[in-house]
């Protein structure tokens, strides 16, 4: 499992080369914002559980799927479509599993609103 929010102390500046090819085969144009995600990976064994954080760079228009494959790809991981992504609130307690489908832009959209990022894990 993995658990993600943005980070606001990362730089979400618009880059400056020509294109960019994200891990999912998409290409960014010129000036297109690129984002940082920090995710959060929590790994249950038959040993005790670990957990270690990794930094995810997107592009505006990255879906959920996309970050869950970045993830998959970087540890050579099999059966992708058993992993899934968790937005847990730090102060509530709320718990969103979100849909492969929803880009990352909508997400920020919807649970931002509600709380600010630095809440999100």
């Given at each position: 499992?993995?658990?993600?929010?943005?980070?606001?102390?990362?730089?979400?500046?618009?880059?400056?080369?020509?294109?960019t090819?994200?891990?999912?085969?998409?290409?960014?144009?010129?000036?297109?914002?690129?984002?940082?995600?920090?995710?959060?990976?929590?790994?249950?064994s038959?040993?005790?559980?670990?957990?270690?954080?990794?930094?995810?760079?997107?592009?505006?228009?990255?879906?959920?799927?996309?970050?869950?494959?970045?993830?998959?790809?970087?540890?050579?991981?099999?059966?992708?479509?058993?992993?899934?992504?968790?937005?847990?609130?730090?102060?509530?307690?709320?718990?969103?599993?979100?849909?492969?489908?929803?880009?990352?832009?909508s997400?920020?959209?919807?649970?931002?609103?509600?709380?600010?990022?630095?809440e999100?894990?």
């Open positions: 499992m993995a658990a993600a929010y943005l980070d606001p102390n990362l730089n979400h500046t618009p880059n400056s080369s020509t294109k090819h994200m891990g999912t085969g998409m290409e960014r144009s010129p000036g297109a914002m690129e984002r940082v995600l920090k995710v959060f990976h929590y790994f249950e038959n040993s005790e559980p670990t957990t270690w954080a990794s930094i995810i760079r997107h592009g505006d228009a990255t879906d959920v799927r996309g970050i869950i494959q970045k993830i998959v790809d970087s540890h050579k991981v099999k059966h992708v479509a058993c992993y899934g992504f968790r937005l847990s609130h730090l102060r509530s307690e709320e718990v969103h599993w979100l849909h492969v489908d929803m880009g990352v832009s997400v920020r959209e919807k649970y931002e609103l509600a709380h600010p990022p630095e999100w894990k």
